[in-house]
């Protein structure tokens, strides 16, 4: 068994160690906080386990293998270097990291200190992404598609009323791009590999922040165009079209619809059944690596994330959208 340490009480946290339970591979160990009764109250959640206010003893205490951490985006660096250094492994929230400079760090200090780091993409462990990418075959080779993720957040409103929070603020590396472009960007490079190039057209907001953005991603023989946005509300699912036909989902994540239409006609429903907690899959994945010592499924994945990585920090870029986290970044 896995014994789990969490830093952040939020309701992602609250739902991943829901999910990591319900694998039947882990243990809930305790949390990180800097209030202690917030602390406690998460931990009554779970049948108890310890609160840390000091950071620096969370790194340190003995009865962790790995912590899932989900504090804000510019404060996920610091906090799983440390970590690691200290030989515990991390399940980072996506983005893991603000740049490829942070990426390439923690990459430096896990393999030093032998520790693995996970970046939480829950959406393509999914089974039902899994078939997404089976059925790609069936469209012949692609030649273009859309794979947009639009979610008005609530947040926004607290923005339009002259606030700041994390999510929409540069100094904690938030913003459209690296809240929801990081699902469908995830999704491309998983199908498809490292696009040749990447733009943004990035829309921003008074914050500084990207509130709405078009994506283009060019992989040579065809292009995807994403539109992302968490300032607009939308329905629109995704179509990746084909010499032989079109791939459609109601999303990129939480797929519970697949199709594909071609000269032959419609297909039913492609998809499966959705797994009882949304995180499950992911948790399931990174248990199983880690018990196993898995080191083949280890890279691969940590090779997917470093192209990510990569490819959002391209567009970031492109978009003129510079967070304080890129003071070392070349």
Known sequence: MI?????????????????????????????????????????QGFGGGFTETDFISFCNREDIDIAYIASPNALHFEQAKSLLMAGTSVIVEKPAVSNTYEFEEIKRVSMDHGTMFFEAARHIHEANFQSLRQNLAQIGQPIGGYLNYIQYSSRYDAVLNGE?????????????????????????????????????????????????????????????????????????????????GTLMANSIANIEHIEVESKDGLSGNLSGPMAPHGMMEEADTFADIFLDKDDASYEKLLELSETVCRVMTKLRQDGGIQFPADRYLK
């Not at 952040?8 to 949390?31: H, Q, R």
Request: glycine letters at 14%.
């Open 3 to 43: 014994r789990l340490g969490v830093i952040g009480t939020n309701w992602i946290s609250k739902s991943f160690v829901e999910a990591a339970l319900a694998t039947g591979k882990y243990v809930f160990s305790g949390v990180y906080s800097r209030r202690q009764e917030t602390g406690e109250a998460f931990c």
């Open 164 to 244: 700041e929070p994390n999510i929409f603020s540069l100094d904690y590396s938030g913003g459209t791009l690296m809240d929801l472009g990081v699902y469908p960007v995830y999704g491309a490079v998983s199908l498809f590999g490292e696009p040749q190039s990447a733009r943004y057209f990035a829309r921003k907001i008074r914050t500084g922040v990207d509130g709405f953005g078009t994506i283009l991603l060019d992989f040579g023989s065809f292009d995807l165009t994403i539109m992302v946005s968490k300032t607009a509300y939308s329905k629109a699912g995704i179509e990746i079209y084909g010499t032989e």
